[in-house]
Structure formats: structure tokens, C-alpha cells
């Protein structure tokens, strides 16, 4: 079964306004952690942000943001103010302790930046 | 230098042949991960080892080997190569927990012909 879906295969978003790229996710462990990856056109994966599933606040690093909904099992991730740099695809993935601690990644959105 | 490295960049071999990436890292992580790209696949888990001499599947391990004799070193063989294992393939470490990022390499593109 897939555990992390991405619906979004792509977005555009016009220079310097947010953009929200979906994240949902299948687990029954309590604990695990959600992670936000980039993935420019010069291939290197970025990692952009972290959630705990026990933590209470929505992560923010910069001008990206997490909205992490639990009970929805949703972990979007929100990019303010976007750059054109911002071009590249996204990847949510998890990691849990029930599977080992390995890390799933979903399909990946392709974000794309207009200026 | 630190961090971690794969081997080849590039390759290209033909079906029924034995390929073997080379993984490296220099921080002592516990976990190390191989993952393949596909369009609209995204990383697939093929192999993981959270430990020298520890090894476990992933989602995709059918054709492929791994192992893990020290620490810093997670080679994956391909015993004999197949088109549909043309793909780009990633290594990655990190510590353990569940809150720990995984750090990557800069990934082998394999042509299988």
C-alpha cells in the first residue's frame, strides 16, 4: 500500500506568491517523522524541513513551512514567497519506527516558478 | 573530503551482466539506504542496512544484492543487469531515529541496453 501521496504530479506558481504542495500519509505508529525534500535540475536531493508526529507546532525553516494535520494524516508543505530558484520537484517522504526507520519517499510534485 | 560519495557516475552495460555500485561515507552512520528514480515513481527503497552485517529489503529488492562488512561502505550489485533496471540510483546515510534526516549522494545514472 502506498504510504505517502503526492496528488500533485505538477504546479505553477507565479514569482513571489506562496504555493502548497500536498503531502498525505499512511501510518500506525505513533512515532515517526515527516521530511520535505528538494530536487533541482542538477539532480542532488535538499532536505528542507522536518515534523515529528509528536510535535505539537507546525516546523518552519525560512520561508518554508510545514502544515502538519494529524488527525487528516497531512503534511503539506508551504513555500512563501517564491523564487524562481524554487523551480524543482518536491518530495515528501516518512520515516517510522515500526519500519525499522527506513524512509518512503511519494511520487514528487514538479514545481514550477513563472516570473 | 567528509560525507558521502557514489561510484560511478555514470554506466552503461548490457543485460545479463553484473553491475556493482559503490556507496561511501565518512560520518559513521548507522543507517545506509539504496534508492532508485523513476519517472512518476519517485525514490523507491531497495535495500537498507542499519548496521554492519544488517541488511533488509525495501520496496523493490528483486534482482538486487547489498552488503554491509563495515560501516562505511554499502555496495549494490545487480547480478545480472536488466533494461528495467535502467534507472537513477541514490545512496543515502543517516543516523538512527525517526527524526533523523537522510544525507545523499549525487547518485549513479545506470543504462541497461
Known amino acids: 500500500a502506498q504510504k505517502i501521496t503526492q496528488t500533485q504530479p505538477g504546479m505553477f506558481v507565479q514569482e513571489k506568491e506562496a504555493v502548497t504542495l500536498d503531502c498525505t500519509y499512511d501510518?500506525?505508529?505513533?512515532?515517526?517523522?515527516l521530511f520535505w525534500y528538494k530536487q533541482p535540475s542538477s539532480g542532488e536531493m535538499i532536505f528542507l524541513i522536518y515534523?515529528?508526529?509528536?510535535?505539537?507546532q507546525n516546523a518552519t525553516e525560512g520561508r518554508y513551512s510545514l502544515n502538519f494535520q494529524k488527525a487528516r494524516k497531512s503534511a503539506n508543505l508551504v513555500i512563501s514567497a517564491s523564487q524562481l530558484g524554487d523551480s524543482a520537484m518536491y518530495f515528501c517522504a516518512m520515516r517510522e519506527v515500526y519500519n525499522n526507520n527506513d524512509m518512503r519517499f511519494g511520487a514528487g510534485t514538479r514545481l514550477t516558478v513563472k516570473p | 573530503d567528509a560525507g558521502i560519495t557514489q561510484s560511478p557516475r555514470y554506466k552503461i552495460t548490457e543485460t545479463g551482466r553484473q553491475v556493482t555500485l559503490m556507496c561511501h561515507q565518512t560520518?559513521?552512520?548507522?543507517?545506509m539506504f539504496w534508492y532508485r528514480q523513476d519517472l512518476g515513481h519517485g525514490l523507491r527503497l531497495i535495500y537498507y542496512?542499519?548496521?554492519?552485517?544488517?541488511?533488509d529489503k525495501g520496496e523493490v529488492p528483486d534482482g538486487y544484492v547489498v552488503s554491509r562488512s563495515k560501516t562505511e561502505n554499502f555496495p549494490l550489485t545487480l547480478e545480472s543487469a536488466t533494461r528495467s533496471q535502467t534507472s537513477v540510483y541514490f545512496c543515502a546515510s543517516s543516523q538512527i531515529a525517526t527524526n533523523e534526516k537522510l544525507f545523499f549522494g549525487s547518485g549513479t545514472q545506470l543504462s541497461v541496453l
Open positions: 542496512s542499519a548496521a554492519a552485517d544488517i541488511t
Open positions: 560520518w559513521s552512520h548507522s543507517y
Open positions: 501510518t500506525s505508529d505513533p512515532s515517526y517523522g
Open positions: 515534523q515529528g508526529s509528536y510535535d505539537q
